[in-house]
């Protein structure tokens, strides 16, 4: 009896020395930032964007466009800067998306790339941390906003890593 527990100690060994750990913990990674980029983008797109960052981009056109209203015409035809706003939001919540589904089938180079415009779009508007207002919540919120412009930065950096292929090396060498 003693032996067979000894030869299942030996075989389970060697199987746990056989497995390349590091390559499926990056897997593993990759996977749970795919579900949270596709959350995040959800998130934007339909549920809570609106809310967040609509008064972002709104102090941010009367920064730059003193005297327009929400209401009034924007520079695309058709559209008032609060229609205009909202198409924004939208389209950022579904580069978060798109993001997430192209890394997750493994097109790393374009899903890295829409990380990166959105977090731009992100820094420059909601989270940009010169946005002078009226609304006495974003006058609140300046300390969070330069936290936030920091998390920005940090997702190009991961967009930049999964472009050049972190880990790639050791998927590539296990199919030799």
């Not at 389970?12 to 990759?30: F, Q, T, V």
């Amino acid at each position: 009896m003693i032996e067979i527990y000894n030869l299942f100690g030996q075989v389970l060994r060697k199987l746990i020395m056989a497995i390349d750990w590091y390559k499926y913990a990056i897997l593993a990674c990759r996977f749970c930032l795919c579900v949270l980029l596709i959350i995040n983008g959800t998130d934007i797109a339909f549920d809570s964007g609106e809310r967040d960052y609509n008064k972002y981009m709104h102090s941010l056109r009367k920064m730059y466009l003193k005297g327009t209203k929400p209401a009034d015409p924007s520079f695309v035809p058709g559209l008032t800067w609060n229609q205009l706003n909202l198409h924004a939001i939208q389209a950022i919540g579904g580069m978060f998306i798109a993001s997430g589904l192209l890394i997750l089938i493994g097109q790393k180079a374009f899903g890295g790339f829409l990380i990166i415009v959105a977090s731009i779009i992100m820094a420059v508007t909601k989270d940009n941390p010169k946005i002078v207002s009226d609304v006495a919540a974003i006058n609140r919120e300046k300390d969070q906003r330069l936290e936030w412009f920091a998390t920005d930065v940090s997702m190009i950096g991961v967009a930049l890593i999964i472009m050049g292929g972190m880990g790639s090396q050791f998927a590539a060498s296990s199919k030799k």
